[in-house]
């Protein structure tokens, strides 16, 4: 049996402690973020730690605790942002008063490199993930698929025993 062509972390971050995902191309060790709601220093230090390359920030959709640190993942490592669907725009937009809000004042809004649609696929190294727009927790929420690992991260598609 070969081995798994992506392996990943999860990292719960910000005081809402939501599932940041760190998964890399096992073969070239280039690394996506999906999800990074905060804990810049912490995500980067998990980085070094398994001696991965940031290539890509994905974004399931615009909610301050999965999105509100990803201005400043891009500004530190200039990763390129993919995500979440257009319909997301305006939570994207609000993401400041957000963090105001519930205590994030770092919490910025970005504009992706490349907004996704059903159907689209994502390249992390050699490995691709199919792309899912699963409105509902928000109008542009995606998943993202990666079949042979049989592994999707939902973002807040499904919550295990709360809300979602």
Known sequence: MSPPAIRAVIAPVTPLQQNCTLVWCAKTMKAAIIDPGGEVPRLMGALDQYGLTLEKIWITHGHLDHAGATAQLKALTGAVIE??????????????????????PDARSFEPDRWLDDGDRVTLGETEFEVYHCPGHTPGHVVFFHREARFAQVGDVLFQGSIG
Not at 85 to 101: F, M, T
């Open 83 to 104: 995500g979440p669907h257009r319909d997301d725009a305006p939570l994207i937009a609000g993401i400041p008063e957000s963090g105001a809000r519930f205590g994030m």
